[in-house]
């Protein structure tokens, strides 16, 4: 029993280590974010001198922030909306549909997850000028159901497989035909997994800047990241405004997956069981 207990208390102890480790530049970005910049060039590590929010204020209207927010909850709801739409319908289909095609396309699905994103760059970017959809949120809403329908679909995939096919069979029996089968039967029972892959590709686009930096140049339609990126002048740039930016683009984030946590790691779990 001792040593039971040394033992939890140990791996206790370097699971606190940790996560310090992660929060420490996070926790140094929230302290420093209330300094004047000459605080903060004179000492990284101290404490501020008093909490103040003129850095906040002064930031938000720097980066224009309420329009930048607005430009980033529309761009991930449209992903995200994109991505699980054609997701769901062609992980069901590739699942039920028993056939060297069917397997070969969901083959081609897994191994573009294997293409790193540097070397189909210049090629995509290529692609937006030729469809005429720089500039547009919701141009680069499909750039990125594109890139996130391939692990979506392997997880939805997954989890199908442990789903009956009695009642889809039920269901056209009655009349239902695939569609309504889908709606009414098969994306219902996709809830968990749904979830998690809802979350997770919220957070990737939240936390994108390199796509946002290639396709849009319209300073009107930035994201909250590519707003704080205007803060960095070529021969100085305004530390605090910054920290104080990366912090407030960092709170609605943090604030969502802290709520929905328990539907990611739930949705894992089954897609696990069930595949």
Not at 42 to 69: A, C, G, Q, W
């Amino acid at each position: 029993m001792v040593s039971k207990k040394i033992s939890h208390f140990i791996i206790y102890l370097l699971l606190i280590v940790a996560a310090l480790f992660w929060l420490f530049p996070l926790i140094m970005a929230l302290v420093n974010s209330f300094k004047t910049n000459g605080e903060l060039l004179t000492n990284v590590m101290s404490l501020p001198k008093s909490i103040d929010l003129k850095n906040y204020i002064r930031t938000i209207e720097k980066m224009h922030y309420l329009r930048s927010f607005g430009n980033t909850v529309l761009l991930s709801f449209l992903s995200v909306t994109l991505i699980i739409l054609f997701s769901a319908l062609a992980g069901w289909k590739l699942c039920r549909t028993k056939t060297k095609l069917s397997s070969a396309i969901f083959s081609l699905f897994i191994f573009s997850m294997l293409i790193p994103f540097s070397s189909i760059m210049i090629p995509l970017y290529r692609v937006v000028l030729a469809f005429h959809i720089k500039n547009s949120l919701i141009g680069l809403s499909f750039v990125y159901a594109g890139l996130g329908v391939s692990m979506a679909i392997f997880l939805y995939h997954g989890f199908v497989k442990g789903i009956p096919i009695d009642l889809e069979e039920a269901a056209a029996i009655d009349g239902c035909n695939n569609l309504k089968t889908f709606s009414h039967i098969v994306f219902p029972m996709l809830k968990p997994i749904t979830a998690t892959i809802c979350i997770t590709n919220v957070l990737w686009i939240w936390n994108d800047f390199l796509l946002p930096l290639i396709n849009i140049s319209d300073n009107k339609k930035y994201s909250l990241l590519l707003s704080t990126n205007t803060l960095f002048g070529q021969y100085s740039s305004d530390w605090t405004a910054i920290l104080s930016a990366l912090i407030l683009a960092a709170i609605p984030v943090i604030i969502f997956y802290a709520i929905f946590q328990k539907q990611i790691l739930k949705g894992i779990a089954d897609g696990a069981v069930k595949g």
